[in-house]
């Protein structure tokens, strides 16, 4: 630290309310002290003391950051108002119509989109039923004897050729629910 010259000034004229305002604010520390204490302040925070009336760069920066963070704090709150506002609307009563079906209830104040979650569901109830009748026929068809099998494959062979049925990708025949039904028939017959 290099040695501080001090230079006496005998005279330096202030005004007695400024005096006042010093004398107040300095404590016990000399007016040398406070006085170096006020420039190494005004320096560090960057304020300039002829343009009083701007803010200093650190001010400047929290006042930013207070103004982004209510403009976020606003958007966040906007988009929960958004969020709410959906699920009251939409999912709730999706949600209380699908509580309702599961409970095996129907209820007469359901709207078009609960009644295509309603009719999705008897459709899925009844494929469901179907598909274990398949299941059913196809366990059946594996406990007959390779002869009724033969006998099986060749009714199935004679009514394909039947009908025109088309043939996917892998060779599998595509059919209607009528012609499923009709096949069934012909071969518990």
Same mark, same amino acid.
């Given at each position: 630290?290099?040695?501080?010259?001090?230079i006496?000034?005998?005279? +330096?004229?202030?005004d007695? +309310?400024?005096?006042? =305002?010093?004398?107040?604010?300095?404590?016990?520390?000399? @007016?040398?002290q406070?006085? *170096?204490?006020?420039?190494? @302040?005004? %320096?560090?925070?960057?304020?300039?003391p002829?343009? @009083?009336?701007t803010?200093?760069?650190a &001010?400047?920066?929290?006042? $930013?950051?207070? !103004?982004t963070? =209510?403009?976020?704090s606003?958007?966040? /709150?906007?988009? %929960?108002?958004?969020?709410?506002?959906?699920?009251?609307?939409? %999912?709730?009563?999706?949600?209380?119509?699908?509580?309702?079906i599961?409970?095996g209830?129907?209820? *007469?104040?359901?709207?078009? !989109?609960?009644?295509?979650?309603?009719?999705?569901v008897?459709?899925? !109830? #009844? &494929? #469901?039923?179907?598909?274990? /009748?398949?299941?059913?026929?196809i366990?059946?068809?594996k406990?007959?004897k390779?002869?009724?099998r033969?006998?099986?494959?060749?009714?199935?062979?004679d009514?394909?050729? !039947? #009908?025109h049925i088309?043939?996917?990708?892998?060779?599998?025949?595509?059919? $209607?629910?009528?012609?499923?039904k &009709?096949? %069934? /028939?012909?071969?518990?017959?």
């Open positions: 630290m290099a040695l501080k010259k001090k006496e000034y005998a005279n +330096l004229k202030i007695v +309310l400024v005096k006042n =305002k010093i004398d107040s604010l300095k404590g016990r520390t000399t @007016y040398s406070w006085f *170096d204490d006020i420039i190494d @302040y005004v %320096i560090m925070n960057g304020i300039d002829k343009n @009083y009336r803010l200093p760069p &001010l400047t920066i929290t006042k $930013t950051i207070t !103004e963070f =209510k403009t976020l606003d958007r966040l /709150e906007n988009a %929960i108002k958004i969020i709410r506002s959906i699920e009251t609307t939409k %999912i709730d009563p999706m949600l209380h119509t699908i509580e309702s599961a409970s209830t129907q209820r *007469d104040d359901i709207g078009p !989109e609960e009644m295509q979650v309603f009719e999705m008897k459709m899925n !109830e #009844q &494929l #469901q039923k179907e598909n274990s /009748e398949m299941n059913q026929i366990t059946n068809l406990s007959t390779l002869s009724d033969k006998e099986l494959a060749a009714i199935v062979d009514l394909i050729s !039947e #009908q088309s043939v996917d990708n892998s060779g599998n025949y595509i059919i $209607t629910k009528e012609y499923k &009709l096949l %069934i /028939e012909k071969i518990r017959g």
